[in-house]
């Protein structure tokens, strides 16, 4: 269980970072535009990186590029379900006209609804995982070259 508590540690405080962000762009009338969610990228990818970076101080002789690559999709995945079930509730409960304002800024006639919407919040925040982890992990691996 050790082993689990520091990336979900790290995954809560990524996602009370992600949703504290998206609070912030509401306050000023920013957060239907989606230009402002690329930072949600290096936001969770800071939360990776220091989890990663944690858990090899903890451990530098066990630690390996397996132990790290977990450590950083546990941190992204709790992080991306807490925003996203964050994201449901604010687009349903407090803010019911942000679905309609946000399609509004794409600027087009999508068919859409709040579940589809919420998938591919979803997904982008895996997505965003899965690249960040891998990109971290290059600077945390054993170097093998010989030099």
Do not use: C
């Not at 087009?108 to 609804?113: K, R, T």
């Amino acid at each position: 269980m050790k082993n689990l508590s520091l990336p979900i540690r790290f995954g809560i405080v990524t996602s009370a970072v992600l949703i504290a962000y998206f609070l912030v762009l509401s306050l000023v009338d920013k957060h239907t535009n989606p230009a402002f969610s690329f930072v949600n990228a290096f936001i969770t990818g800071f939360g990776i990186y220091e989890a990663i970076r944690l858990s090899k101080l903890e451990d530098q002789m066990g630690f390996t590029y397996g132990e790290g690559f977990k450590t950083g999709i546990i941190t992204g995945f709790v992080a991306t379900i807490l925003f996203t079930v964050f994201f449901l509730f604010y687009a349903t409960e407090i803010n019911s006209a942000f679905l309609t304002n946000l399609l509004e800024k794409i600027q087009g006639s999508f068919n859409v609804d709040i579940g589809m919407v919420t998938f591919v919040v979803a997904v982008m925040g895996l997505a965003t995982t899965v690249v960040s982890t891998l990109t971290v992990m290059q600077l945390f691996k054993k170097s093998r070259n010989i030099a």
